[in-house]
């Protein structure tokens, strides 16, 4: 993927990380991904008093993705208050996969790496479809 296309997606991050709502971390984060039909979907971090409840923002990214009509997710990232690009933690990663895949590009602090880089032998769909054959057999 381009360069200037990479900083539209971090300048999209940057922009909806001000609506976070972390008043319990102090710790806003944004997150954007371009989609295979050239949309882009966005999602910031929403806190809650009960702090287990949280959604990062790639949740509300996902679910913008979804109710937007789907697609698969051709690249992402993730912002810091600060604007600096941060790794999506491991729950996220496995929520990114089920929509990016294996190839799915993601930026990282040391540069842009695969999903399969950052979340190796990730459990997936088919991992499930395995075993349905299998049960029907
Ligand atoms: N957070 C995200 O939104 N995404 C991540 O991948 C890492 C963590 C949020 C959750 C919480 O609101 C705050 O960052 C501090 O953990």
New binding site residues.
Partial sequence: MDHLKWEEIRARAREVSRQAY?PY?G?P?GAAALVDDGRIVVGC?V?NAAYGV?L???CGLISSLVAGGGGRLVAFT?VNGNGEV????GR?RQLLHEHGGADLLVDTPEGVKTMAQVLPQAFGPEDLSKVTEQATR
Wanted: hydrophobic letters at 30%; proline letters at 6%.
């Fill in positions: 972390a971390s710790y984060v971090n806190e949280t990062c923002a790639e993730c941060i790794m999506p933690c996220c």
